[in-house]
């Protein structure tokens, strides 16, 4: 059974681009989270998303930040017109349901420059 | 509003020394409790869990860690630590006072020394 697969590892962008972050969670889960994480801090959460629907997108920058998780396919963190604030690792994890283990990504690398 | 205050930012200890590194949470409604570990450039990897029962978890690579409800604490221990437990370990919490979002400590860095 893979882990959590996260693809990019390293995304570079320009300023003003846009950024698309992927999360394949393990078989069987359908709950994701997607958190940040800048350089010598901790992890702040995002968004909470269950197959077709944001359970919690408290974290979520009001602007240019948006997440999906389909009912086929990935989870996608979007990032548009991204600023050198946005670079940060971006990790997500997979659950099988609420109050389980939460599964992590080896997380997306996103520089701006 | 559920919280978690990891009070330790940086933990140097000699190796095969006892460590414990501490956690305390606040929330108005029964929580469940994790400890994480992170090696550099690295995902999070589940140490150990509280859900219920017996207040004593024990986890992987010798550590372990106790939910004390009275203190709202749940903190790490290891009774004789490694090189390599040189890592960053996160504490966190979720109920469903937060809609079971999982919401983590700033981190602690435990860093052992020869």
Redesign the interface.
Known sequence: NAG?MQNPRHLVRRRGQEARLRCSPMKGHSHV?W?RQLPE?????MV?LQKENI??E??MPKERFSAEFPKEGPSILRIQQVVRGDSAAY?C?SLLG??T???????TRLTVV | AQSVTQLDSQVPVFEEAPVELRCNYSSSVSVYLFWYVQYPNQGLQLLLKYLSGSTLVKGINGFEAEFNKSQTSFHLRKPSVHISDTAEYFCAVTSMDSSYKLIFGSGTRLLVRP
Request: hydrophobic residues 40%; glycine residues 16%.
């Open positions: 959590v989270y958190y801090e901790g992890l702040k959460f909470y359970i919690d408290s974290g990790f994890a609420q109050n283990e939460a599964f992590f990504g080896q997380g």
